[in-house]
């Protein structure tokens, strides 16, 4: 890390984010704060610059959080960590470098020595799992050599700023995040206890029992009318009165159950 002097207010007429290291809105904020523009490519010669770069694991586990695989996530990261490498090794004198999610991080006194007054500036949400993620990209850039040479070299040079607590792989809370990921799916809640639902086998049954007992009191009356005399009693004892309330009685229950069903 620079020293002290390099915390005195900045004075840049060019402010230049490392390409594919989403510097976003905290890029324009800051550009705004120093009255510099917010330089696109390769920034014109002469004049001073201000130049910016996200951390890598903070870059990784946001691309990740985004669905992008980590291979092309951690070389899209190098290929805009070498420019701003370039940019600073061929300006010294006139290009300082500032890590934005530490930035981001900055409380107002240090805010203030770097002239970036009005408040804090904007920075990215952390991603929903952002341990899980962070671990994942820490270990990405672990195994990586040149990524790892590139953040040692952009974080020698770059202005001390607190890094943030965020950034810091958390094996447990990386853990919870693979658990909840893990954990099947939450069981259906048990419906109120109540009747049984009614299935087409209870309708079934009750509509033969009705049509055997319409069948019965049919074969009844038939032989009352050649008779010409009462429905006698069946040979269990019905007589047509109780045929008929059973009948009345099996119909009721067939609506209310076609009712429930519906």
């Known amino acids: 890390m620079e020293t002290a002097p390099g915390l005195s207010m900045l004075r840049a007429a060019h402010v230049c984010c490392a390409p594919g290291h989403d ?97 804090p500036l904007p920075a990215q949400a952390a991603p929903e799992d952002a341990a899980l ?14 990524a790892r040479r590139l953040a040692e070299e952009l974080e020698a040079s770059a202005l001390p700023l607190p890094a943030p ?8 809370a990386a853990l919870a995040a693979i658990r909840r990921l893990q954990a099947p799916a939450a069981a259906p809640v048990p419906a109120p206890l109540g009747p049984d639902p009614v299935s087409a086998a209870q309708i079934a049954l009750l509509e033969e029992e ?16 050649r008779a010409a005399a009462p429905v006698p009693a069946t040979g269990t004892g019905e007589t047509e009165a109780m045929m008929q309330l059973w009948i009345e009685t099996l119909e009721g229950e067939l609506e209310a159950l076609h009712a429930a069903r519906n």
């Open 165 to 172: 607590e965020r950034l810091t792989p958390d094996p447990e």
């Open 23 to 119: 510097c976003g809105p905290l890029a324009e904020a800051v550009a705004t704060r120093l009255g510099a523009t917010l330089a696109t490519g390769t920034p014109p010669a002469g004049g001073r610059l201000l130049l910016l770069y996200r951390d890598p694991v903070g870059c990784l586990a946001a691309a990740m959080a985004a669905g992008e695989a980590s291979g092309p996530a951690l070389e899209r990261w190098q290929a805009g960590a070498r420019e701003i490498a370039a940019l600073r090794r061929a300006n010294r004198a006139r290009a300082p470098l500032l890590e934005v999610t530490a930035l981001a991080g900055a409380d107002a006194e240090r805010l203030g020595m770097l002239g970036l007054w009005d408040g």
């Open 210 to 225: 009705l049509a055997q007992a319409l069948d019965r009191l049919e074969r009844a009356s038939a032989r009352a009318d």
């Open 133 to 146: 993620f962070v671990l994942v990209a820490a270990d990405a850039l672990r195994r990586s050599p040149s």
